[in-house]
């Protein structure tokens, strides 16, 4: 695949991603009306797929043919390193329980949810300001080739 072919198939990817955030946004609205057994049982599965897209993130920056810059590998082992600091927060977190660490919890849980938000935007934010730069890379190189 030509890299004209892939910035093709950014839009299609950012399309996904919309997709993907309006998945969130439902399940998150459907949640606050469902028994707490069924809440637990779509965070599990939340945490499950997360672990998985954050593995073949891990395996994507790893591999050599991705030649991703050296940014990108450091800003991804950062949200690993993250990523798991979260999870063994969340998971120590789960065995108090007094009403007042439940809530303390409970509002923690809430500032990491509405952070994680905030960061997914300024992801997404980049990730446009990424395609329309190498759409305009691309742009000078055929500009280029077609000058020589």
Known sequence: MTTSDRLMNAAEQLEKLSE???????????????????VERATEQARTKAQAQAEELRAAANDEQAKVSDSWNHIQKQWSEHIAQMRENVDAKKHELDAKRAEHHAEHAETDALFAISYAYATIEEAEYAVLDAISARMDAEELTAKA
């Open 20 to 38: 993907r955030a309006k998945q969130a946004e439902d399940r998150s609205a459907k949640a606050q009306t469902q028994a707490k057994a069924d």
